[in-house]
């Protein structure tokens, strides 16, 4: 069974710091390129960041530069994303994807809800 299960997110205050994680299983997460997107209420699903399968190629959204790391451990299945500097318009449900050629796979989402 195919699983992508996101946990690290809550509550955290301006300025403050989290570490998404990603778990993989069911599919040989290795050979995945592997995104985070996020969705605020009221709007669309946004492309937050992408690291390839050997951790060469990683791209960020504009938005996000300088504050989010995204990385993996391919020998634990799993993918990261660091969040430093958090600001309240970086409240949203992040999403985990997991995508080769036509492939792809999605976790179910965990909150991220940054306020004072």
């Known amino acids: 069974q195919v699983q992508l299960v996101e946990s690290g997110g809550g509550l955290v205050q301006p300025g403050g710091s989290l570490r998404l994680s990603c778990a993989a299983s069911g599919f040989t997460f290795s050979i995945y390129g592997m995104s985070w997107y996020r969705q605020a209420p009221g709007k669309e699903r946004e492309f937050v960041a992408s690291?390839?399968?050997?951790?060469?190629?990683?791209n960020y959204a504009d938005s996000v530069k300088g504050r989010f790391t995204i990385s993996r451990d391919n020998a634990k299945n799993t993918g990261f994303l660091q969040m430093n500097s958090l600001k309240p318009e970086d409240t949203a449900l992040y999403y985990c994807?997991?995508?080769?050629?036509?492939?792809?796979?999605w976790g179910q989402g965990i909150q991220v809800t940054v306020s004072s």
């Open positions: 690291i390839g399968s050997g951790s060469v190629f990683i």
């Open positions: 994807n997991a995508r080769r050629f036509e492939s792809q796979y």
